[in-house]
């Protein structure tokens, strides 16, 4: 599959999210929406009536990543609006399976996240319930955090996880992805890549995107899980 962009606007301006969403339409596959509700993690964003605007603003597939208390409750509603994808936090649901499902049977793509201290092996019965894993690469709750390097050996386990069962997951890494950090993450076996300040505060953030991008698939190109 290939390299494909999420740009998050958590580090966008919040007051004019349409135009920071357009700012990156051009180069991004995504648009990654972080839900925090002070709650599962110490911040707070947005929530379903705010991604329900940005829906209609937006050409860009939503990929909503839900860092909130009850995903089981609150996850199917952001399907039925139109996010085209939905990810979960493994530590907060209390029925995934079930939660994935009706993600999946509301027309999303469902996907299970995991915080930097969450292994990823007790979920390996859930490859079939899920169409991304995202390893979370900081502590979920702020942009702008320092890349967590011990995440790297859990990455190269789930990605032959992932390839075990096929390979059709797509794997997502999300914090602290830049241009210094984004070819190591492509070469451990990441494809999908969330970038929030190395993308919004740039001068230039649809150019950000494509230089992530280029980084990403020259590592893609020599990385052993790819071949
Ligand atoms: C953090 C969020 C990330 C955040 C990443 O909890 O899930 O999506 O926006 O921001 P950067 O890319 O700045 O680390
Ligand atoms: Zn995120």
Redesign the pocket.
Known sequence: MAVQISP?I??ADFARLADEAAAVTPAADWL?V?V?DNHF?PNLTLGLPVVQSLLKHTSLPIDC?L?IEDPDQWAPGYAEAGARNVTIHAEAAKAPVRTLREIRHAGARAGLAVNPGTPVEPYEDLMGEIDMLLL?T????????HFLDLVMPKLQRARAMVNRHGGSVWLQV?????DETIERCAAAGANVF?????VYSADDPARAVQALRAQAEQATAHADWAK
């Open positions: 998050s958590l580090s990654h972080d925090m993690v990543h860092m979370m900081v502590e979920p709750g702020f942009g702008g955090q999300d914090g602290g992805v830049n969330v970038a929030g300040s190395a």
